[in-house]
């Protein structure tokens, strides 16, 4: 076990985790939303298969653009392959998605001509192959359109119709029990029956995090602060779980015992306890029989900001998938000078303006690490490394964006 580690060694630690074999299932493709496609998509044919008309106009020969009448001799309604060729000075009337005739290499729009009878008039003239799809425009046969990793949305579930692929392969995600400890928190409905009683919002908002994030979750509620209930517990999550998530109990106070249970009661193993980190300093990191357990601090946006940075991408690792933290560039507009040696994470608004991500700190609060608020509207994390340099109004530097974990 190492204790008080930096913040880029425990996230080297948790990267080299080996996750247990990862489990499939086969599913409808509108059943697959939010899932992880296990292997690439690649397409068995061109498509479009053939030249097509992308509006409804007249099918021409582009020779024939300048001329005063022009004979329409069938038409061309989508479904239907029209015998009949234009020839020179003819046309065929032919409608979005319809084949192109043969003959033809231009569609004039039906705005851009007047008919007259059976001709018709170019009014406004259109450039060489003018609303023709070509062969392939959309994809080309063998090309990998969807890639393994990749969380299906609307547009892979169109791709896939248009294959005629009705069922895929995706991957089971990971299942993680939550649960707060402490006797001075109260679960949703229970009656504070002194002052020190404080209301707990930690599980069911890391329920929520989780679940939007493509995980599947087992709400274990609240637990006080007794080695044999803790115990229980975490054995019991261990149980039908891959990851287990705490909060509270890692400190160094006398009634934290989530860390001597995992460390004496379970015998697990620990990979680290303590991160040179704030907020979350008291972070733990084990393993057990193969499964997973983050013991988070108990305040809650410490928990918060600890379970985007470590528990997320377990999920994106139990999920095998492409997905990473939203990490970017953005310009701040005041002075911030690094006050502690530790990585530092500290909630800013951001906005998207002038093609840039800019921050500011107006309205966010200063003080605990209970202050959960400051990830309402549009947050950010202002990311400072325990080797950075004081930052100064206008410099670049790097933001986790809260809004893009949904």
Known sequence: MRNFISYDESINILNNLNISKITTEKLFI???IGRVIVNDVIANHNNPEFLTSAMDGYAIKFEDIKNENIKIIAKNPAGTVVEMQVE???????????LMPKGSDTLVPIENVEVTLDKIKIIKEVPFGFAVRNIGEDYKKDEVLIKKGTVIGFAEIGVLASLNISQIEVIINPTIAIASTGSEILDLGETQTNNSQIRSSNHLTLEALFKSNGANTIQMGVVKDDMDSITKLIETALLTADIVVTTGGVSVGDYDFV????????????????????????ILLAVKDNKIIVALPGFAYSSMVCAMLYV????YKFRNSNEKLPIVKAKINQDFPRFQAKTIFTACNVEYKNGEYQINFDGKKSGTSAILTNMLESPALLIQK???ENIKAGDLVDILLLNNLK
Do not use: Y
Request: net charge positive.
């Open 88 to 98: 020179t000075n003819t046309c065929i009337k032919t409608f979005t998605g319809s």
């Open 259 to 282: 860390q001597d249970v995992i460390k004496d009661k379970l015998k697990a193993e620990v990979l680290f306890h303590g991160v040179n980190l704030k907020p979350g300093m008291h």
């Open 386 to 388: 325990e080797n950075s």
């Open 312 to 315: 997320l991408p377990l999920i």
């Open 30 to 32: 509108t059943n697959t």
